[in-house]
């Protein structure tokens, strides 16, 4: 039996558990969500299966596709998506909020390329470096997707001789992964990117990291979270007081960087057999990795008699310290938690490093959205050097923000029809011959800097359009009659309640202007 049959088989048996489930007298919604999610995930596996098989076929035995051939297979590309208006208007909203907090904090924006020099991404990933998306020689540069938001600063920074700068940016990065839509892991995906460049006092700047990822996920509203604090000082003199040679410090980090969704015994394992590490140096890794807490860690590890001999050690625990106290004074002490399993596998990381988890949310339907990392980030010092021509160094901190993930949690949860457009007052009419009126009630209110729209019918019928406000929630209307217009005067409809008042109009606009304020004014 082919992989391909298994899987057919699998779904097939997964469909009649959620059958079962739905058809029982006693619904278990929670189960039913989980079993739905299963076949899903199935079936997500299929059509990757399927994509594989066909990415597999040599180019020769693929007949070309003529124009217009109605037999191609359209779709998009593996772990991309379209997006229709009811995800975009979500979309958005959660940006705007986001953008929003970022002001908040002072920063300023900036762009990069899309892609750079292949050259200005190797070597700074790690073991993520095979995701990196290589583009084939063109006009004599070897160039790359960019793989996230961090790299193209830092080169912006060094390149352009910037010392300081507090700086968010918004944009697609690419990463030739094994995509999981239904948790919202894509090749393509948006970054949101919050970074402090420039020589301050320790932890000022990534205590504010820390408080802008807070305020971010409680503002966007996906539920509790937590967000996990390392020290990549900490980890190195943890890696040198259990044994670890200098030069897999950083293989045992990545390994160690698992931990969040690999059981201890497998990266154990991993460790041992396929890094080379003795079992009784991850053995003592293991002791150090399972601890979490708060400053009374701190505590702890500063009086642990190996850790106290290695000068890094000393270091990372001095940071971890004053952050914690900083996080107390921006009162968010009660959301972060000192974790040494956290290890972040990104070579260029220096200092504390930051992951903020959710707790497990409601998908609405009395089941759990499961996604992994929703931000992270940490402090690159070293980064800035490598783009400089003098090899200056310019001290970096910041964190990233998974808002892919923020939106697979928040569209599960939707319920019902989602309002697509800003569009406040469409412009009717009640009967024929009333279109360039229309048109020019439409302009007056363009001109006002209102958010107008009408039917691109001559002679459209009221019904449908009254029926065209409340399907798309447009909450006035404008309705125009000749003998209304006689008088001077317009039917204004609040589409909601369908109540309606005659308005002069010489001044509708301003009444107009009047309602929609005191509706935006009761919203907030």
């Known amino acids: ?29 929670a189960k039913i969500n989980e079993e739905v999610q299963k076949l899903l995930a199935l079936k997500e596996q299929l059509k990757q299966l399927s994509v594989d098989d066909a990415e597999q076929q040599p180019a020769a035995a693929e007949p070309a596709a003529a124009p217009g051939n109605r037999n191609l297979a359209l779709k998009t590309a593996k772990g991309t998506r379209d997006y229709g208006p009811e995800a975009m208007a979500l979309r958005l909203r959660v940006l705007e909020q986001v953008v929003g907090v970022f002001r908040k904090h002072g920063a300023e924006t900036i762009d990069t390329p899309v892609f750079e020099l ?26 790359a997707l960019r793989y996230d938001l961090t790299v193209p600063f830092a080169r912006y920074v060094g390149m352009g001789n910037v010392f300081n700068i507090k700086r968010y940016q918004i944009a697609k990065v690419y990463r030739r992964d094994n995509p999981q839509i239904t948790r919202g892991r894509y ?71 698992k931990l969040d969704k690999t059981p201890w015994e497998e990266v154990r394992r991993e460790m041992v057999e396929e890094k080379g590490l003795p079992a009784e140096t991850v053995d003592r890794i293991g002791v150090y990795v399972t601890l979490h807490g708060g400053p009374d860690l701190v505590d702890r590890l500063a009086a642990d008699e190996q850790l106290q001999r290695i000068p890094s050690a000393l270091e990372g625990l001095a940071d971890m310290r004053l952050l914690l106290q900083y996080c107390a004074i921006f ?17 260029y990381y220096t200092g504390v490093i930051y992951e903020a988890v959710l707790l497990g949310t409601d ?23 490598m783009f400089n021509p003098k090899r200056k160094q310019v001290p970096c901190v910041g964190v990233s923000i998974g808002v892919e993930r923020l939106f697979s949690i928040l569209e599960a949860r939707t319920a019902g029809k989602q309002r697509t457009n800003e569009t ?17 009630i439409l302009n007056q209110l363009w001109d006002a800097g209102v958010k107008a729209e009408h039917s691109y019918k001559l002679n459209p019928k009221l019904l449908a359009q009254l029926q065209h406000c409340e399907e798309y929630q447009i909450p006035y209307a404008i309705i125009l009659g000749d003998g209304e217009l006689t008088r001077g005067v317009v039917k204004l409809r609040e589409i909601a309640t369908r109540k309606e008042e005659e308005v002069a109009l010489d001044t509708f606009v301003e009444e107009l202007r009047r309602r929609l304020t005191v509706s935006a004014t009761v919203q907030t």
Do not use: W
């Open 1 to 29: 039996m082919t992989a391909k049959d298994t899987l057919e088989a699998a779904i097939t048996a997964q469909g009649d558990v959620v059958r079962k489930l739905k058809s029982a007298a006693t619904k278990d919604k």
């Open 424 to 440: 406040e007052v469409y412009v009717a009419s009640a009967h024929k011959g009333l279109h360039l009126k229309r048109l020019e």
């Open 187 to 257: 090749r393509e995906f948006y970054q949101c990117d919050f970074d402090i460049a420039g020589t301050y006092d320790p932890m000022l700047p990534d205590a504010e990291c820390v408080k802008v990822v807070c305020e971010i996920l409680s503002t966007v509203g996906v539920g509790p979270y937590v967000v996990k604090l390392n020290h990549r000082k900490l980890l190195d003199g943890m890696f040198e007081a259990c044994g670890v040679p200098a030069d897999q410090f950083r293989t045992a980090c990545s390994s160690v960087d």
């Open 363 to 385: 998908d609405g339907a009395g089941g759990e959205v499961t996604v992994g990392s929703v931000a992270g980030g940490g402090r690159y010092d070293n980064l800035v050097g």
């Open 118 to 143: 292949k050259e200005v991404l190797t070597g700074k990933y790690g073991e993520d470096s095979k995701l990196i998306y290589d583009l084939k020689d063109q006009g004599g540069e070897i160039l």
């Open 331 to 347: 009162q968010v002490a009660d959301r972060v938690s000192f974790d040494l399993s956290l290890a972040r596998g990104l070579d």
